[in-house]
């Protein structure tokens, strides 16, 4: 079964550093996501992406997140100066569609920031 | 504003036993629901979803119902197994916002043998 895949799946970077999170969405999707849970948390979402665009974000992603898709298969969440705050379980996500189609998410990268 | 939640954050059940897990919404615009699975140190598995034109759907050993009226959703686990313990946690989906699913809380599911 077709699955998204994460790495790293634990990162751990001193405060202020700079973290690249990579993700490879289901070949055929479309739309990528990244959502965010903090320990303990419910499950928020972050950014969405379509035709190398951002096509919704929330309050969340500021101007120190940002979102690629370099090439035809990677898609990536860069956080540019990590602060304490930032330590989550980040999962990505695809599907093919956006309206009402299944979101599948991948296992997470779990970033710790000391 | 937006928001969905859930009635009761932890279950414990008897293996074998049928589940049964809640989940309130309070917008009115959400259309597509989803019920997701989340094992220790994994991502949302995907369950089962619902459109709002629907108000049950079967899948295998899983049912949603979904009660627009008093904007309720719930999950119903026939002859629940050990493996089924986990955080299940509904989401939301509005017609203005395709993409961005809103999250509730949890509801943590111990099946005991």
């Known amino acids: 079964e077709p699955e998204v895949t994460q790495t790293p799946s634990h990162q751990v970077t001193q405060m202020g550093q700079e973290v690249i999170l990579r993700c490879v969405p289901i070949?055929?999707?479309?739309?990528f996501y990244w959502y965010r849970q903090i320990l303990g948390q419910k499950v928020e979402f972050l950014v969405s992406?379509?035709?190398?665009?951002?096509?919704?974000k929330s309050e969340i992603f500021d101007d120190q997140f940002s979102v690629e898709r370099p090439d035809g298969s990677n898609f990536t969440l860069k956080i540019r100066s990590t602060k304490l705050e930032d330590s989550a379980m980040y999962f990505c996500?695809?599907?093919?569609?956006?309206?009402?189609?299944?979101?599948?998410f991948g296992e997470g990268s779990w970033l710790t920031v000391v | 504003g937006e928001s969905v939640g859930l009635h009761l954050p932890t279950l414990s059940v008897q293996e074998g036993d049928n589940s049964i897990i809640n989940c309130a919404y309070s917008?009115?615009?959400?259309?597509?629901f989803i019920w997701y699975k989340q094992e220790s140190g994994k991502g949302p598995q995907f369950i089962i979803d619902?459109?709002?034109?629907?108000d049950k759907r079967q899948g295998q050993r899983v049912t949603v119902l979904l009660n627009k009226t008093v904007k309720h959703l719930s999950l119903q686990i026939a002859a629940t197994q050990p493996g089924d313990s986990a955080v299940y946690f509904c989401?939301?989906?509005?017609?203005?916002?395709?993409?961005?699913?809103?999250f509730g809380q949890g509801t943590i599911l111990t099946v005991h043998p």
């Open positions: 070949s055929n999707h479309l739309y």
């Open positions: 619902i459109r709002s034109n629907m």
């Open positions: 917008n009115s615009a959400s259309d597509y």
């Open positions: 989401a939301e989906n509005g017609r203005t916002s395709y993409g961005k699913l809103t």
């Open positions: 996500a695809s599907s093919y569609t956006e309206a009402g189609n299944t979101i599948y």
């Open positions: 992406f379509y035709n190398n665009e951002i096509s919704e």
